[in-house]
């Protein structure tokens, strides 16, 4: 089924998915029952469907709330809370990062931690919040930082400069944009390098530069 997703053939992956589902149901393997309803879940996502995604984290959720799997469940609760910000549902959305990233700190898993607070600035953009999203901004550069996460700071820098475009500051809109898309190069990471580089088509636009926005496009 992940082959499959991966493939871009979404019908595949989704009979893959199920059938895992129901052997996993009938074996009684509540653990692999939710790792597949996290695979429906993103699947879901990816075509738009965010009340199927959202069904099916909450049950993954639920069933590594019962196996007693925190981190897992951080993970779900993550997942549940970026797709509450991409419906608009902020409060719902600052709840769950809220939950996730108390879990991930006191089970020690500082990528997810840090992770989790990176979207939390991005929901702060979202409600443009600003002076809360260069809280979260400077948190996450200083987490990754320490970490040494190339692509975590590629994704830093995209929020900077996001923040900076919707603030005024151009010049330092320009600079940070220009960071997270080399970085992202660097690392190999295509679907960041692609979101840089609409990021920097919007700053083109507000400028007025329309013919740089187009190549950036």
Do not use: P, W
């Not at 589902?21 to 309803?37: D, F, K």
């Amino acid at each position: 089924g992940v082959v499959e997703q991966f493939r871009g053939q979404m019908e595949a992956a989704q009979e893959y998915y199920e059938r895992a589902g129901r052997i996993a149901q009938e074996t009684a393997n509540s653990r692999l029952t939710a790792l597949v309803e996290q695979n429906l879940a993103t699947l879901a996502t990816v075509r738009g469907d965010y009340e199927a995604a959202l069904d099916h984290n909450r049950n993954a959720l639920a069933m590594f709330r019962g196996l007693g799997e925190q981190l897992s469940s951080a993970r779900a609760m993550n997942n549940i809370g970026t797709l509450h910000a991409d419906m608009g549902e902020h409060g719902h959305a600052e709840l769950s990062f809220r939950g996730a990233h108390t879990l991930a700190e006191r089970f020690g898993d500082a990528g997810l931690a840090v992770k989790v607070q990176t979207n939390r600035a991005d929901l702060a953009l979202r409600k443009q919040d600003y002076d809360k999203a260069l809280e979260f901004c400077d948190v996450v550069f200083r987490e990754y930082t320490r970490l040494g996460s190339e692509s975590g700071l590629s994704e830093t820098y995209k929020l900077y400069g996001m923040l900076y475009r919707e603030t005024g500051n151009s010049a330092l809109a320009k600079t940070h944009l220009t960071l997270a898309l080399k970085l992202a190069q660097t690392c190999g990471d295509r679907l960041l390098e692609a979101e840089s580089e609409r990021e920097r088509a919007l700053l083109h636009m507000q400028e007025g530069r329309n013919r740089e926005a187009l190549s950036a496009l």
